[in-house]
């Protein structure tokens, strides 16, 4: 081990030598020593986003969670417009079942940094998955899908067509705030006031008025993508 970190001080572009370097010291399974060589590794390449990801893992097996979380952050520090430290950082929240609030604050904090990157699909998912998993409010999904149609990033239409399915299997006044609800409730209320209207024409009218919102509703969201 000694001549690979002779050999990395002498050269630290030898990029080769420093993977050498670093699987011997996994090996060891000495969190001392493999933090030395990642530290030093990671001060040279700070891009490697797989060696960040691999090195936390190290820090939660051989250490603690705490441990593994402080390295987390330093990544996303040090790399903050990186997709793919930022979904594993988030799942690793999720897994340990961080309070709501702090995963709230990470998902706002990692799509205010790359959330516009192209190739920002499944950290988008993931959130999607997250609210509609662990939260009680199918409007919170709706709210996410709003800005992510908005979002010119990778797998759009796809997006689109499952937002058509959350909006066809949920109830109009569950996913949108009660205010925008009532503004296309009104027509609704007008009708069943009126003392000639019967029981079936009440309930055809709500089902053609349900139905018109959620076209409707779909329509002013897919004028995002066109």
């Known amino acids: 081990m000694d001549n ?18 670093l699987q011997y010291c996994e090996q060891t399974n000495n969190m001392d020593t493999i933090s030395r060589a990642y530290n030093q590794f990671l001060s040279h390449y700070p891009y490697c986003y797989a060696y960040w990801i ?17 390295m987390l952050e ?3 520090t040090v790399f903050p417009n990186s997709i ?38 499944d950290l988008w998912l993931l959130y999607l998955h997250w609210i509609q ?26 997006h689109f067509e499952n937002f058509v399915t959350f909006v ?15 503004l296309n409730d009104n027509e609704y209320n007008d009708f069943i006031n ?7 024409d009440i309930i055809q009218f709500k089902r053609s008025s349900e139905l018109s919102f959620n076209v409707n509703h779909l329509k002013v969201r897919l004028s995002y993508i066109i």
Not at 133 to 158: A, G, H, M, N, W
Not at 168 to 182: A, G, L, Q, S
Request: proline share 3%; aromatic share 10%.
């Open 194 to 200: 009126n003392s000639k209207t019967n029981c079936i």
């Open 4 to 21: 690979l970190w002779q050999l990395v001080h002498q050269n630290p572009q030898d990029f080769m030598s420093w993977t050498l370097l």
């Open 54 to 70: 691999k090195f936390a893992e190290f820090g939660r097996k051989l250490s603690n969670e705490r441990t593994a979380f402080e």
């Open 74 to 76: 330093k990544a996303v």
């Open 133 to 158: 998993t662990f939260r009680s409010d199918p409007s919170e999904v709706t709210l996410i899908y709003d800005r992510l149609l908005q979002t010119p990033i990778k797998k759009l239409c796809q």
């Open 168 to 182: 066809e299997n949920n109830n109009p006044i569950d996913i949108i705030n009660k205010n925008e609800y009532h």
């Open 84 to 121: 793919d430290i930022w979904i594993h950082y988030l799942q690793e929240c999720i897994r340990c079942h961080k309070s709501d609030n702090h995963i709230i604050v990470l998902f706002e904090r990692a799509l205010r940094l790359c959330g516009s990157d192209y190739n920002s699909s």
